[in-house]
């Protein structure tokens, strides 16, 4: 079950979910990544790559409710970098969400395909993807990978380990806890389409990426940065 990464599409990929049963679960999957420490993960990647007394360009893809950003709007007060921060996420209800949850944050949302960034923005300096990827095929990563390299954007990604303890210990914590039927269900298989190191490196080697870094972290998660050809 853990030696490949598994096909099955989570419950949250679908169009027709119920605001009320997406909210929920939007509000559980934050109280998760704060408690087990994910997001510091992608604070502790953002002080590599920015660089104090340069604006830089954030976009988060997949923004999902927006926690993420909300997240990273609250670190960088205290770490002082120069920071416009953008969501994009192909779900009018996420984006919906967000918009309430983000208010007076200085965030900006786009309702679109991460792929039609630059629709909107002359340039990202920097793309970010928290618990996003696993929701993608291989193929679908190194598409994402290349369109960072394209557009010379760093790329930092922050999602799961495929590990069994990860897989069991969190299916049991949501049949426990959980009050979403999408969270019982999505977490554990999270974990199942999640990555081990070395498919990281193969993806990355496929997409032509040269200049990278993975790091396993805590708690079962790996932190990615594709450094690309930005300046």
């Known amino acids: 079950m853990l030696r490949h990464r598994s096909l099955q599409k989570e419950l949250l990929d679908a169009e027709d979910i119920p ?3 997406l909210f929920q679960n939007l ?3 934050d109280f998760i990544n704060h408690w087990l ?3 510091d993960i992608s604070f502790n990647a953002l002080k590599r790559v920015l660089q104090k007394g340069r604006r830089s360009t954030l976009v988060d893809i997949g923004c999902g409710g927006g926690d993420t950003l909300k997240r990273i709007a609250q670190w960088n007060r205290k770490a002082g ?3 416009d921060l953008y969501g994009i996420d192909l779900k009018p209800d996420c984006i919906a969400y ?3 949850n983000l208010q007076n ?3 900006t949302l786009i309702c679109d395909d991460y792929r039609n960034t630059y629709r909107h923005l002359p340039q990202v300096d920097v793309i970010h993807a928290c618990l996003f990827c696993h929701h993608l095929t291989n193929d679908d990563l190194i598409e994402l990978v290349q369109f960072a390299l394209s557009n010379r954007a760093i790329l930092v990604i922050n999602d799961l380990e495929r590990n069994p303890m990860a897989h069991y210990s969190i299916k049991w914590l949501t ?4 009050k979403s039927y999408l ?3 999505d977490a554990p298989l999270s974990v199942l389409r999640g990555f081990k190191k070395k498919e990281w490196l193969g993806i990355l080697q496929q997409s032509g990426a040269t200049q990278f870094t993975v790091r396993n972290k805590w708690a079962f998660r790996h932190e990615v940065i594709v450094y690309g050809n930005a300046d």
């Open 19 to 21: 605001s009320a049963d």
């Open 183 to 185: 969270v019982k269900n």
């Open 175 to 178: 049949q426990l806890f959980s």
């Open 37 to 39: 420490g994910g997001y």
């Open 27 to 29: 509000r559980e999957l």
């Open 81 to 83: 970098f120069a920071l």
């Open 98 to 100: 967000a918009g309430k």
């Open 105 to 107: 944050s200085g965030v």
